[in-house]
C-alpha cells in the first residue's frame, strides 16, 4: 500500500483538530453512511462476467470442508485471495450468490476505508476535498461494482493510508494514536489477506512508516504492545508461508498476456479516473488505442484539469518536505516496478485492479490538490475544480449506467444459447464453462449432445471440421477462448453471419 501523506506540524493544525469546528455531515459517523449509501449506488444486479461467476463458483459449497477442497484443488487464483473468499463463502450462506448480493458484500469492506481515508485529514476542507474525490472516481465506482477481492483490497488500502496520514499530522494523545495503529494493523490485515499482491503493497506501507516517523517514536509504539506487534509479525509470516504454498500447488495468474508500456499506461488511465470518459473495456480491448480518437475532446478536457490539480497537490508536498516527499516516492514505486518486472518475465498482465493499493495515492494527490485549489481566490482555480469534479462525476455515471462499459454479458449470451436450443438448434459454446454452470446453460465439453451447448476452447482447425457443423456460435474473447485463430476461420469459411453482438460476445449463424 502506496501511502504519501502530508506531514503537518501540529503547530500548523492545532485550529483545526476540534471536532466542533467541522461541518456535521463531514463527522466519521455520518461520512460512513454517505459512503454505504455510496456503495448501494454503484453496486448493480447486471450480469457476471467470466472472473466473477469464479468467485460464485468458489462460494457455492455447502460446508466448510467441501470449500477448502474445491478452492484448494482448482489451481484458481481465488486460493491466493484467502480472506476474501473465505468472507464471500460464509456471506454466501445467509444471502446467496446472487449478483448484487456477492458485490455488494466486497463493496461493503470499501466503505469504511473510503470514510477513513476522508476522516484523516484534520481540516475541514481537505476532508470535504477527499470526499468529494472518492464519491467521484470512476474506479472506485467500478470496483464497488465487482464480485472480486479488489474492492477489499482498496478498502484496506486506505485504511493504511488513513492511519498513516492522521498519525503523521500530529502527535495525538496515546489513547488516539492506539485507535489509528489499530486502523493501520486491520487495513493491513486486510490487505494482506485478500490478495497475495497485497502482501508486496503492505511492504510499502511499512517502508512508508520508516521514511514518516523518527526511530524514536516507531520505539515507543513497539514498547506500548510488543506482543501485539510480534503476533502482527506472526500472522503476516503465516500468510506469507501459505502463499508460498498455493504456489507450490500450481496457482497461478492468468497467461493470456504480459506487461507493457500499454497495460502500465492503463493502470494509470483506469485509477485517475478516465474510464468513463474513453470506450468501454471490451472496445479498448479490441482496438487499441485507435478507439481512444473519438473520445479525445472529453480525455484532453479532463487531463488538462487533473493535470492542474495534481501539480498543486505536489507543489503541497515538496513545499513542507522535500526529502520525506523524495523517501515516500521510491516507496511507492518500488512495489510497481517489482510487479510490472515480475508481469514481464512470467508473462502476466498486470491491471489497475491488481495494483488498488496505487490508487489510493492518487486519490490523496487529488485530495490535497482539490482543497489547495479551492483555497486559492479568483474564479480560475475555482474553474479547474469544478471542471475536474464534474467530469470526474460524468466518467464515474458513464460507468454505472452506459451499456457500453458493462462486463462480458455472460446472462444474456446464455439466454441467447438456450432458447437456440430450445428449438433444437446444435449450438457452440465458445467461453467460459463456469459462467455457463452460473447461468444454468447446459453444456457438453466432449462430444455433440442433442439439448446442451457444446463447449469449443481453443480447439485446432481439423477437431472442429470433425464435428458436425452447429446453427449457432457464441464466441467471446478470441485472445482467451480462440487463440490459434482455428473458430475464425471456421466461421469465415463456413459461411457464418453474425445476428448479435454485445459486451464481450458475437453471436453467428449459419447460412440458411
Not at 86 to 106: N, S
Not at 305 to 327: C, D, H, N, P
Not at 396 to 420: E, K, M, N, W
Not at 492 to 502: D, I
Request: with cysteine; hydrophobic share 50%; aromatic share 14%.
Amino acid at each position: 500500500m502506496l501511502q504519501m501523506p502530508i506531514i503537518t506540524s501540529p503547530m500548523n493544525v492545532k485550529t483545526n483538530m476540534n471536532q466542533t469546528d467541522c461541518p456535521v455531515l463531514l463527522r466519521p459517523t455520518a461520512l460512513t453512511v454517505f459512503f454505504v449509501l455510496l456503495m448501494l449506488a454503484a453496486v448493480t444486479g447486471g450480469s457476471f462476467w467470466l472472473d466473477e461467476t469464479g468467485t460464485a463458483y468458489g462460494a457455492s459449497p455447502h460446508t466448510l470442508g467441501q470449500w477448502w477442497h474445491l478452492n484448494s484443488t482448482s489451481g484458481r487464483t481465488e486460493l491466493q485471495m484467502p480472506l476474501y473468499h473465505l468472507y464471500i463463502w460464509a456471506f454466501a450462506k445467509v444471502f446467496g450468490i446472487g449478483e448484487y448480493a456477492l458485490r455488494l458484500a466486497g463493496a461493503l469492506w470499501l466503505a469504511p476505508g473510503l470514510a477513513a481515508f476522508a476522516v484523516s485529514f484534520l481540516q475541514w476542507r481537505r476532508r470535504l476535498a477527499a470526499m468529494l474525490v472518492l464519491a467521484t472516481n470512476a474506479f472506485i465506482w467500478y470496483y464497488a461494482n465487482e464480485a472480486r477481492a479488489y474492492s477489499m483490497l482498496l478498502g484496506g488500502s486506505c485504511m493504511v493510508l488513513a492511519a498513516l496520514n492522521r498519525l503523521a499530522s500530529v502527535a495525538s494523545p496515546a489513547e488516539k494514536e492506539g485507535r489509528w495503529l489499530g486502523v493501520f494493523v486491520f487495513g493491513l490485515l486486510t490487505v494482506c489477506g485478500s490478495s497475495m499482491l497485497g502482501m508486496v503493497w503492505a511492504s510499502a506501507a511499512l517502508g512508508a512508516a520508516w521514511v514518516l516517523f523518527p526511530a524514536e517514536r516507531l520505539l515507543g509504539w513497539w514498547r506500548q504492545s510488543r506482543i501485539g506487534w510480534i503476533l502482527l509479525t506472526a500472522v503476516l509470516a503465516a500468510l506469507g508461508c501459505f502463499y508460498v504454498w498455493t504456489v507450490r500447488q500450481g496457482a497461478r495468474v492468468t497467461n493470456i498476456a504480459s506487461t507493457d508500456w500499454r497495460t502500465t499506461l492503463f493502470i494509470v488511465y483506469e485509477q485517475l479516473g478516465f474510464a468513463g470518459l474513453g470506450p468501454g473495456r471490451t472496445e479498448l480491448r479490441a482496438g487499441g488505442l485507435r478507439s481512444l480518437l473519438p473520445y479525445v475532446p472529453g480525455l484532453a478536457c479532463y487531463a488538462m484539469a487533473l493535470g492542474i490539480v495534481l501539480y498543486f497537490g505536489m507543489m503541497e508536498f515538496w513545499r513542507q518536505s522535500r526529502r520525506k516527499t523524495a523517501g515516500l516516492a521510491i516507496m511507492v514505486l518500488l512495489p510497481w516496478i517489482f510487479l510490472s518486472a515480475l508481469g514481464v518475465l512470467m508473462h502476466f498482465r498486470l491491471l489497475g485492479r491488481h495494483s488498488a493499493p496505487l490508487a489510493v495515492v492518487w486519490f490523496f494527490w487529488m485530495a490535497v490538490g482539490v482543497a489547495a485549489l479551492a483555497g486559492k481566490s479568483g474564479w480560475l482555480a475555482k474553474t479547474v475544480v469544478t471542471a475536474f469534479l464534474g467530469l470526474s462525476l460524468c466518467s464515474s455515471l458513464i460507468v454505472r449506467f452506459d451499456y457500453g462499459h458493462s462486463r462480458d454479458d455472460y446472462r444474456r449470451a446464455s439466454q441467447v444459447a438456450a432458447a437456440a436450443l430450445s428449438e433444437r438448434q446444435a449450438v457452440w459454446w465458445n467461453a467460459d464453462k463456469i459462467a455457463a454452470w452460473y447461468y444454468h446453460l447446459p453444456l457438453s465439453d466432449s462430444q455433440p449432445d442433442p439439448g446442451k451447448a457444446l463447449l469449443i476452447n481453443n480447439l485446432t482447425d481439423g477437431t472442429l471440421a470433425s464435428l458436425p457443423p452447429p446453427q449457432m456460435i457464441v464466441a467471446s474473447k478470441p485472445d482467451l477462448y480462440d487463440s490459434s485463430g482455428a473458430l475464425a476461420r471456421y466461421i469465415s469459411g463456413r459461411g457464418f453471419h453474425l445476428v448479435a453482438s454485445f459486451p464481450a460476445f458475437n453471436i453467428w449463424a449459419a447460412k440458411e
